[in-house]
């Protein structure tokens, strides 16, 4: 089916543990981000990359690592999984900018980790 | 530096208008979104506002742009219990089309 897709939808790990989330867009969209989402904070960029072989941190980068190289797929790899990494994690994607000028991004329906 | 806040919580009846606020900090935003979240589910566009406007009309839901309050409002005319949802006002910063998203108001319809 057409659209982004995340897995798993649900994962629940230990502390200490690495864990993969994945993601998968099939509009060939250039940007794709990931979020995360905890109650009183909205949602808080994790990493973007505006093509594949381009990545850059967002603002919660930290116990955190990506890597694109298909244009299709961001996976978010937590290396070594903490508590406070609990939390329901969002990946996007939109257009470039040129001949998208609403910027939109497209969300996934979200990964729920839960850090025993 | 770059903050949008919202209020978290609101309540109407069904039928009637809401009004969710949003506040934001960088005046260089050229994009202004309203993004809705049900239950379980990712976010999804509502409608958006270019930074050069002072208002957007979309059927039921009407924006409001204060550029120099910095501050932006989402309409829902006529609500109904399925516009229950958390909605997330955003702005965009920076060349990498960056989003900046304020907590998400969550709106509680009831009859």
């Known amino acids: 089916d057409a659209g982004i897709t995340q897995s798993p939808r649900y994962k629940i790990t230990e502390t200490g543990r690495q864990v993969t989330l994945m993601c998968h867009q099939t509009?060939?969209?250039?940007?794709m981000f990931w979020y995360r989402q905890d109650l009183g904070h909205g949602l808080r960029l994790i990493y973007y990359?505006?093509?594949?072989?381009?990545?850059d941190k967002g603002e919660v980068s930290d116990g955190y690592v990506v890597s694109r190289s298909k244009t299709e797929n961001f996976p978010l790899t937590l290396e070594s999984a903490t508590r406070s990494q609990t939390s329901v994690y969002f990946c996007?994607?939109?257009?470039?900018?040129?001949?998208?000028?609403?910027?939109?991004?497209?969300f996934g329906p979200g990964t729920r980790l839960t850090v025993t | 530096g770059e903050d949008v806040e919202q209020s978290l919580f609101l309540s109407v009846r069904e039928g009637d208008s809401s009004v969710i606020n949003c506040t934001y900090t960088d005046s260089s935003s050229t994009y202004l979104y309203w993004y809705k979240q049900e239950p379980g589910a990712g976010l999804q566009l509502l409608t958006y506002i270019f930074s050069n406007m002072d208002m957007k009309q979309d059927q039921r839901l009407t924006v409001l742009l204060n550029k120099k309050d910095k501050h932006l409002s989402l309409r829902i005319a006529d609500t109904q219990t399925g516009d229950s949802a958390i909605y997330f006002c955003?702005?965009?910063?920076?060349?990498?089309?960056?989003?900046?998203f304020g907590a998400g108001t969550r709106l509680a319809v009831h009859p």
């Open positions: 996007a994607s939109s257009e470039t900018t040129v001949g998208h000028r609403n910027y939109e991004q497209y």
């Open positions: 509009w060939s969209h250039s940007y």
């Open positions: 990359s505006a093509a594949a072989d381009i990545t």
């Open positions: 955003a702005e965009r910063n920076g060349g990498y089309n960056k989003l900046i």
